[in-house]
């Protein structure tokens, strides 16, 4: 009998989950019996991490030049090109009016206005996307970081957001090692779909576990745990 054992990191997707700015050679290796306390720790762990992407965005959306309706789309973001290079996992920073006319550092004019990230910046509230295509890079899947732009008075005059490579999550699965058969995956808080796998294919093809436990019983245990994390208990499910 094979049994697979996976530590699920449940994501809640009104925070940050983007933000990777460690070493990934300093691969996590961990051998341990206690899957609840390893599950908590490898979560706090990674959360710490997490909300730096966030906390940029929000600091950059309080200058002026984001603020004022004095400079054009191009003169808002053209600082942001250098900012952008630094980092080949950030695929692109953009600036949306308040009509959702957006220009990003690729150079690329596009329209967000029916997306939810700029939906929820009119809404005033910070977000990040599951993995969805890419509004920048053909035939690419990436996270969408977004945070609300208001005037001096308070008024919504647009949206800052930055788009980054959606690998990044399960390049971090694939250097946590559980005892000899752990398999760790995390799992949006959004949707329920994997976000973060070693196998990336299992993000390309949104997978929900407890979807697919309705058609295959020797998953129902794993989803049962799923279903669990997600209501905000923890530890680790086969």
């Known amino acids: 009998i094979t049994v697979i054992c996976a530590v699920v990191f449940v994501v809640a997707m009104s925070c940050v989950v983007l933000a990777y700015n460690f070493a990934r050679s300093a691969a996590i ?44 789309l191009e003169e808002k973001i053209e600082d942001l090109i250098i900012v952008a290079d630094l980092d080949d996992t950030r695929y692109a920073y953009g600036f949306a009016d308040e009509n959702g006319n957006a220009y990003t550092t690729t150079g690329k004019y596009v ?21 969805m295509e890419s509004i920048t890079q053909d035939g690419m899947l990436s996270f969408i970081y977004s945070v609300p732009v208001l005037d001096e008075k308070g008024k919504f005059v647009g949206s800052l957001f930055l788009e980054k490579d959606s690998k990044i999550l399960s390049d971090l699965m694939a250097d946590i090692k559980v005892g000899k058969t752990g398999a760790p995956f995390m799992i949006s808080n959004h949707t329920g779909l994997t976000i973060g796998d070693k196998n990336f294919q299992n993000v390309i093809k949104n997978q929900n576990i407890v979807e697919m436990a309705t058609l295959n019983k020797d998953l129902q245990g794993l989803a049962e745990h799923v279903k669990k994390v997600k209501t905000g208990s923890s530890g680790a499910g086969e």
């Open 29 to 72: 290796k961990i051998i341990e019996d206690d899957f609840e306390v390893l599950s908590n720790q490898v979560s706090d762990f990674i959360g710490a991490r997490l909300n730096t992407e966030k906390a940029t965005l929000e600091t950059l959306a309080l200058q002026p030049v984001f603020q004022s309706d004095e400079y054009s």
């Open 111 to 131: 329209n967000v206005a029916s997306y939810e990230f700029f939906k929820k910046a009119i809404a005033g509230q910070p977000f990040v996307t599951d993995p």
